[in-house]
């Protein structure tokens, strides 16, 4: 399935990045991401954002275990968690869940709120549907619970989905 378009062409592609509690999985994917794009030459064509869908972790730091595996891997690490808005949404044009949960979360915000900020459906995936070979529901698990392995196993697969979205993002964002 190909990117969708971006919605505003004389501006930057922007993308959002959501998980449960936005301390994790999405900050890691969000700051991997933007890694990427930045060696692609793309960082004045796209922006990243990641939120959470919870507001449990609202204005905290990202947990120390996610900002100790991405520091030791050469990441940038500065967050505060925000919670997804559905206000949102009239600025996006990706939108990209970890899981199935928050995807089914996001669904029904973008049934209710979508219209009003001109967000289709169509524009929300999956982050790790992105990685080669994992397939179109394949989730990110949440490392919170875990050890600290869970969060590297966390950054690889983001690593690899991250690849492959800018990979797609060179395709469409180069031909500009």
């Given amino acids: 399935m190909s990117l969708p378009e971006p919605r505003d062409p004389a501006g930057p592609y922007r993308v959002g990045v959501v998980c449960l509690g936005n301390i994790c999985r999405s900050p890691m994917a969000a700051k991997v991401l933007t890694a990427d794009l930045e060696r692609a030459g793309l960082e004045d064509l796209v922006e990243v954002d990641s939120s959470g869908t919870g507001d449990w972790h609202v204005g905290g730091a990202m947990d120390p275990r996610a900002a100790s595996t991405l520091r030791v891997h050469g990441y940038l690490v500065d967050h505060t968690a925000r919670q997804f808005d559905p206000s949102d949404l009239a600025g996006l044009d990706l939108l990209l869940a970890m899981d199935l949960d928050n995807l089914d979360d996001l669904r029904r915000v973008i049934d209710r709120h979508g219209p009003e900020h001109g967000f289709a459906p169509s524009r929300l995936r999956l982050f790790r549907s992105f990685a080669p070979g994992a397939g179109p529901n394949a989730e990110v698990p949440d490392p919170y619970y875990g050890g600290d392995d869970g969060f590297t196993a966390?950054?690889?697969?983001?690593?690899?989905?991250?690849k492959g979205l800018t990979g797609e993002l060179t395709a469409l964002l180069k031909q500009r």
């Fill in 154 to 162: 966390v950054l690889n697969m983001v690593e690899a989905a991250a």
